[in-house]
T-cell receptor, first 113, second 108 residues
Framework: KAGVTQTPRYLIKTRGQQVTLSCSPISGHRSVSWYQQTPGQGLQFLFEYFSETQRNKGNFPGRFSGRQFSNSRSEMNVSTLELGDSALYLC????????????FGPGTRLTVT | GIQVEQSPPDLILQEGANSTLRCNFSDSVNNLQWFHQNPWGQLINLFYIPSGTKQNGRLSATTVATERYSLLYISSSQTTDSGVYFCAVLAGDYKLSFGAGTTVTVRA
């Protein structure tokens, strides 16, 4: 079974631009979560989706948004990029009924210049 | 929110040595996972262990949920064990809360 996939793997953007990251979960997994990893703040939760509904959101500004499609694929969008948004963005999927054991994708490394 | 503390922050080992990493958490949890982050940044699942003891090769883990801690044991360490180990817990709100990680360096 294929793992979680994320595209693109690397991205360089300029301050003020917007970016969209994509995540495809493991087949059959309907919960998708997003996390941001920075050297200063560590791994922080962004949001979680299940059946196209956002069930929880972390403490991030409204510039960070996401959505989930009917096939469970998910996208996150960051508008008006700031230098501090440079980070590794990780997506995870899980199968309900398994204690929400989460499996992570390889991440998208975003650099804002 | 739930607090997760990992110790030690850094660990330097000679190849072949054994070690113990600790994770303390501040509240009851539904899920506890241990991960190893590879050099490219991907989090590799080591254990899903909300309670009890599990073993996988040279790695084993124990979670004592009533006392709110988990231990990860690395035996006969190898250079490929180097990297950052994370403990993460889920407390019923669909999000994993991560510790700051333990950076393990295994020297040949």
């Amino acid at each position: 079974k294929a793992g979680v996939t994320q595209t693109p793997r690397y991205l360089i953007k300029t301050r003020g631009q917007q970016v969209t990251l994509s995540c495809s979960p493991i087949s059959g997994h309907r919960s998708v979560s997003w996390y941001q990893q920075t050297p200063g703040q560590g791994l922080q939760f962004l949001f979680e989706y299940f059946s196209e509904t956002q069930r929880n959101k972390g403490n991030f500004p409204g510039r960070f948004s996401g959505r989930q499609f009917s096939n469970s694929r998910s996208e996150m969008n960051v508008s008006t990029l700031e230098l501090g948004d440079s980070a590794l963005y990780l997506c995870a999927s899980s199968l309900p009924g398994t204690g929400y054991e989460q499996y992570f994708g390889p991440g998208t490394r975003l650099t804002v210049t | 929110g739930i607090q997760v503390e990992q110790s030690p922050p850094d660990l330097i080992l000679q190849e072949g040595a054994n070690s113990t990493l600790r994770c303390n958490f501040s509240d009851s949890v539904n899920n506890l996972q241990w991960f190893h982050q590879n050099p490219w940044g991907q989090l590799i699942n080591l254990f899903y262990i909300p309670s009890g003891t599990k073993q996988n090769g040279r790695l084993s883990a124990t979670t004592v949920a009533t006392e709110r801690y988990s231990l990860l044991y690395i035996s006969s360490s190898q250079t490929t064990d180097s990297g950052v180990y994370f403990c993460a817990v889920l407390a019923g709100d669909y999000k994993l809360s991560f510790g700051a990680g333990t950076t393990v360096t295994v020297r040949a």
